[in-house]
């Protein structure tokens, strides 16, 4: 869960309710959204809804998603590339395949991405650059996953980099707490600081349509008012964003 610490950064789905009612509805961002100026557009989901996915809504959400990054109305009219980095590839935590396989599902035949690990630690920069493995990167999305010999300074130079040469970027969550990787990118980078993981707290959003919560059109600038309303309008869940906590005590 983040907590946005400069301007032009607004959460996108925050908490208001608890899996356990027992335990206090904390109000918390569970996906933040924010634009560099003049340049690129990010998003943090504090989960992985692609990894573990939950409803219909939660899906077209995860479209429009896409489509607010690159500021197309519809990724499925032309072809897109896409740059995967950093990503889990444990058992448990099967990121690398599950975020391809999802791109392949939603975007048949329209979307190129690069091999599983060729865009990991230092060779981030080259996958980013014109001439890279995929031309051009549309968009870059990452999680925190890294090994030792990994120079996550430099990692988070590379994805600042990117943002300001327009690359948007799309961060998934992977296994709970705040890893190295994502200390180097916050705040400085996102501009937001890691808040909690929802171990303990088990939060979740009730929803009527998330599928028209993101547009290729929102203004960050907004989002404090609209998450306000949101935060009101249930009964409909949410279910991939608890579905972390469910299946394995972690989002």
Same mark, same amino acid.
Request: net charge negative; charged share 15%; with cysteine.
């Given at each position: 869960?983040?907590? @946005?610490?400069? *301007?032009?950064?607004?959460?996108?789905?925050?908490?208001?309710?608890?899996?356990?009612?027992?335990?206090? %509805?904390?109000?918390?961002?569970?996906?933040?959204? $924010?634009?560099? %100026?003049?340049?690129?557009?990010?998003?943090?989901?504090?989960?992985?809804?692609?990894?573990?996915? $939950?409803?219909?809504?939660?899906?077209?959400?995860?479209?429009?998603?896409?489509? /607010?990054?690159?500021?197309?109305?519809?990724?499925?009219? &032309?072809?897109?590339?896409?740059?995967?980095?950093?990503?889990?590839? *444990?058992?448990?935590? @099967?990121?690398?395949?599950?975020?391809?396989?999802?791109?392949?599902?939603?975007? #048949?035949?329209?979307?190129?991405?690069?091999?599983?690990?060729?865009?990991?630690? &230092?060779?981030?920069?080259?996958?980013?650059?014109?001439?890279?493995?995929?031309?051009?990167?549309?968009?870059?999305?990452?999680?925190?996953?890294?090994?030792?010999?990994?120079?996550?300074? %430099?990692?988070?130079?590379?994805?600042?980099?990117?943002?300001?040469?327009?690359?948007?970027?799309?961060?998934?969550?992977?296994?709970?707490?705040?890893?190295?990787?994502?200390? &180097?990118?916050?705040?400085?980078?996102? $501009?937001?600081?890691?808040?909690?993981?929802?171990?303990? &707290?088990?939060?979740?959003? /009730?929803?009527? *349509? @998330?599928?028209?919560?993101?547009?290729?059109?929102?203004?960050?600038?907004?989002?404090?008012?609209?998450?306000?309303?949101?935060?009101?309008?249930? #009964?409909?869940?949410?279910?991939?964003?608890? /579905?972390?906590?469910?299946? *394995?005590?972690?989002?």
């Amino acid at each position: 869960m983040f907590t @946005p610490v400069v *301007s032009r950064v607004g959460y996108l789905l925050r908490s208001n309710a608890s899996v356990d009612p027992a335990r206090p %509805a904390l109000e918390k961002n569970l996906a933040v959204i $924010g634009e560099k %100026a003049n340049t690129a557009r990010y998003l943090l989901l504090g989960g992985d809804p692609i990894q573990n996915p $939950g409803d219909a809504g939660m899906q077209t959400t995860l479209e429009n998603s896409l489509s /607010w990054l690159t500021r197309r109305a519809d990724l499925k009219l &032309a072809p897109f590339n896409v740059v995967l980095a950093q990503m889990g590839s *444990s058992a448990a935590f @099967p990121q690398q395949t599950a975020v391809r396989s999802w791109l392949d599902l939603h975007y #048949p035949g329209q979307v190129g991405y690069n091999v599983a690990g060729s865009c990991d630690g &230092a060779l981030l920069s080259g996958c980013l650059a014109p001439a890279g493995p995929v031309t051009p990167p549309n968009l870059l999305i990452i999680s925190q996953a890294s090994v030792p010999t990994d120079d996550v300074a %430099a990692i988070a130079n590379t994805v600042q980099q990117a943002l300001d040469s327009g690359i948007p970027v799309l961060y998934l969550h992977h296994d709970g707490d705040q890893k190295p990787l994502l200390t &180097a990118l916050i705040p400085s980078v996102f $501009g937001v600081n890691f808040e909690m993981d929802n171990r303990t &707290a088990a939060l979740q959003l /009730w929803y009527t *349509s @998330p599928s028209t919560v993101l547009t290729s059109e929102t203004d960050p600038v907004h989002l404090e008012a609209t998450g306000r309303l949101l935060r009101h309008i249930q #009964p409909t869940i949410l279910r991939s964003l608890i /579905w972390h906590y469910v299946t *394995s005590g972690l989002l």
